[in-house]
């Protein structure tokens, strides 16, 4: 009794612990998750409008009166993905995309904000390549999407921001990741033969058992029916047609069986069991035989 007394209470006391670490921790967590500050610039959308690969004779872009003959146009979405709302006295350095001198960005532009009533605004220093976005206040969710036109096909950048609350800036540029084309291995061919090689068998094979189940069910049950044939010739031909699943040998032990039987008028009727027992023994051969070739096809391979 005094054992029980003294597991429960130290029972007692452990829940205690966790309950109060768990209320204290907790609490705090919630308000980490609570007042998180995140924000995501992510490139949506790259076509490259004229390039190397991508050219119409006689035709001649030109941008300000500057002729290009390179051009592509990029989307660039920046999101507020984080749990706070990001306001203007919280900025102590504006979100600044930077392009690199081989982008050779003509021109930045916000083309679209959601919700429609955001204000953002942007700085293009062409210069230096730089873009600098500013907005009064971006609550949880709200996106500006900036397009960006270079005269270039290589497009990269990087991002600064000092926000309070924000360590850092999640940049995705999955578009710009090229993803070649691998090679298709010669291997592929040989081994997708033989994988629709084993499924024609395989479906041959089911089709055997169906068949072979069904019979053996229609012997047991007493269904099995033999047709009233004229002769011995009669019922080789008959073997033939209705085991033609089996194996060549199979059907040969069979016919062989009943060969050895005297032909006469009413064969089939004299020797009704005898045929039966003889189709019995080569059902339970057929199927040892599809056994080996599904332990063959599944098992071997």
Same mark, same amino acid.
């Given at each position: 009794?005094? /054992? @029980? @007394?003294? /597991?429960?209470?130290? =029972? *007692? &006391? !452990?829940?205690? *612990? !966790?309950? +109060?670490? *768990? +209320? !204290? #921790? &907790?609490?705090? #967590? %919630?308000?980490?998750?609570? =007042?998180r500050t995140e924000l995501e610039v992510r490139v949506s &959308?790259? =076509?490259?409008?004229?390039? /190397? /690969?991508?050219k119409l004779d006689g035709l001649s872009v030109q941008y300000k009166g500057e002729k290009l003959d390179q051009l592509a146009q990029a989307t660039v979405s920046l999101t507020n993905i984080g749990r706070t709302p990001i306001v203007e006295k919280d900025v102590i350095q504006p979100i600044t995309i930077a392009f690199t001198p081989d982008t050779k960005v003509v021109e930045v532009r916000v083309d679209s904000v959601t919700p429609s009533d955001l204000?953002?605004?942007?700085a293009f220093d062409r210069a230096n390549g730089s873009a600098t976005i500013a907005a009064p206040l971006l609550n949880p969710g709200d996106k500006i999407n900036i397009g960006v036109i270079a005269s270039s096909e290589h497009f990269d950048f990087s991002v600064a921001a000092r926000i309070a609350g924000l360590s850092s800036v999640a940049v995705s540029k999955e578009l710009l990741v090229a993803k070649p084309k691998r090679p298709i291995s010669w291997t592929v061919y040989p081994v997708g033969v033989f994988s629709i090689f084993l499924a024609l068998v395989s479906i041959s094979l089911f089709k055997d058992w169906r068949k072979e189940s069904a019979m053996k069910n229609?012997?047991?049950e007493g269904r099995f029916e033999i047709p009233r044939l004229p002769n011995k010739a009669a019922v080789m031909t %008959?073997?033939? @047609?209705q085991f033609s699943c089996a194996m060549p @040998?199979?059907?040969?032990? *069979?016919?062989?069986n009943i060969d050895a039987l005297t032909d006469t008028p009413d064969f089939v009727e004299k020797n009704r069991d005898h045929i039966l027992r003889a189709v019995q023994g080569l059902l339970g051969q057929w199927h040892r035989t599809l056994g080996r070739a599904w332990s063959l096809l599944f098992v071997e391979f």
């Open positions: 009794m005094k /054992n @029980s @007394s003294f /597991n429960l209470a130290n =029972t *007692l &006391g !452990v829940a205690g *612990l !966790v309950i +109060g670490i *768990l +209320g !204290v #921790a &907790g609490p705090i #967590a %919630w308000d980490f998750y609570k =007042t &959308g790259y =076509t490259i409008l004229i390039g /190397n /690969n991508i204000v953002a605004h942007i229609a012997v047991r %008959w073997i033939e @047609s @040998s199979e059907r040969r032990a *069979l016919k062989t």
